[in-house]
Structures are given as structure tokens and as C-alpha cells.
């Protein structure tokens, strides 16, 4: 199947800092890219979706001034948390999907990022 | 707006039994539903994927069906064992390319 990563798998920081996550597809162009968020027990909640060349389309109450989403290429998504709260502490999720890769309109999951604001 | 349901949330069985897993869904204008599997802190890994056309998908010991019309999916998983053990997510994608989840079932097999 289609490879996503992201990177990196975790990361601790300070309250107030900033933390970009990637998320890539190694071996398909992804014409499209979903950022999810998750909780501890809770299931995956979209964010936003993401399509290369375009601003990102957030889901009703995700901040986009607090989550920037820039996807530049058909390989590269990054998610940008500003001035991260100790509250923005989640399990950062990406997904990949593409038209040419599936045409079951598939989505294909990177790993996850761990972030922990302190 | 589309919400699904797993039922039950949480599941133990004995080693070797054979254990169904409930989604449900309340818009049937689907373009297709795909059974995760999710390790504690790990990403998700696509077990099935079964388009609005299609009823059921089988892969090895896991058979997922599909009912669109009353909104409903079941994955069965045939033989367990403890490798099983997981966090199995449904999630149903509309023609618009949006993904919802399920809540999840929580199961444990017990050796």
C-alpha cells in the first residue's frame, strides 16, 4: 500500500512555543491531505483538509489562525501549532489520498505525532 | 451531518472465539467505508475498504460487510487471537471526500 510519514513521532515543548509537524507521501502524489487531532480514548477528529496549491478548509471550531496548514507540493504537508497550551497536548494525525493512488478514493494514514506542551 | 457509532465500545473474548464488531451510520449517501485497526499510540493500519457498490470485502480472517440502505457495517473477525488485540475504528468517506469516524471498539483476546 501507499506510504504516508510524518515526522517527527514525537515531540515535547513549552507552552507559548511554536511545533511543526510534516506529513509526507513517500511513493504516491497526494492531491489531497486531512490533518486529524485525537484524544486519549476519543476517536480521530478532522481538523482540516488540505489540497496542494490551496488554502486548507477547517472543520467548525479549529482555529486556522492556530493551526496553520501550508501544502506546497503533492508530497509535503506541514501543520504548524502556534503558541502551543498545554491543552493543544494531542495525538497529531495526517492522511494522504489521491485519485491516481486509489480510485476508491482510499485514504492512506501516516503514524501519528505525539505533542506534548508543558 | 454524519455521525457513526461502534457498538459495542469495548470487547474481551477468549482466544480461538470468532467476534463481530458494529458500525452504523446515519447518512447512507456514502461513497465508501473503510475497518481500521489502531495499536495503543500508534497510527492507523486500513484493514478493508468496501466501496457503496460493493457488500462485503474479505481479507484472511476478517470479513467486513457493508448494508448502505440501513446504515450499517460489521466486521467479523474469525478465529482470534491475541495479535487481534486493538482498537478497530470504521470510518465512511462522503462523495465530497470528507472522512467521518466511529468511536471505536476496544478489543482484547485473551490467551
Redesign the interface.
Known amino acids: 500500500g501507499a506510504v504516508v510519514s510524518q515526522h517527527p513521532s514525537w515531540v515535547i515543548c513549552k507552552s507559548g512555543t511554536s511545533v511543526k509537524i510534516e506529513c509526507r507521501s513517500l511513493d504516491f502524489q497526494a492531491t489531497t491531505m486531512f490533518w486529524y487531532r485525537q484524544f486519549p480514548k476519543q476517536s480521530l477528529m478532522l481538523m482540516a483538509t488540505s489540497n496542494e496549491g490551496s488554502k486548507a478548509t477547517y472543520e467548525q471550531g479549529v482555529e486556522k489562525d492556530k493551526f496553520l496548514i501550508n501544502h506546497a507540493s503533492l508530497t509535503l504537508s506541514t501543520l504548524t501549532v502556534t503558541s502551543a497550551h498545554p491543552e493543544d497536548s494531542s495525538f497529531y494525525i495526517c492522511s494522504a489520498s489521491s485519485w491516481d493512488r486509489s480510485s476508491y478514493n482510499e485514504q492512506f494514514f501516516g503514524p501519528g505525532t505525539r505533542l506534548t506542551v508543558l | 451531518k454524519q455521525e457513526v457509532t461502534q457498538i459495542p465500545a469495548a470487547l474481551s473474548v477468549p482466544e480461538g472465539e470468532n467476534l463481530v464488531l458494529n458500525c452504523s451510520f446515519t447518512d447512507s449517501a456514502i ?2 467505508l ?1 475497518w ?1 485497526r489502531q495499536d495503543p ?6 484493514l478493508l ?1 468496501i ?1 457503496s457498490s460493493q457488500r462485503e470485502q474479505t481479507s484472511g480472517r476478517l470479513n467486513a460487510s457493508l448494508d448502505k440502505s440501513s446504515g450499517r457495517s460489521t466486521l467479523y473477525i474469525a478465529a482470534s487471537q491475541p495479535g487481534d488485540s486493538a482498537t478497530y ?1 470504521c ?1 465512511v ?1 462522503d462523495t465530497g ?8 471498539t476496544s478489543l482484547t483476546v485473551i490467551p
Open positions: 461513497y465508501n473503510q481500521f499510540g500508534k497510527g492507523l493500519t486500513s475498504l466501496q475504528l470510518a468517506s471526500n470528507q472522512f467521518y469516524f466511529g468511536t471505536g
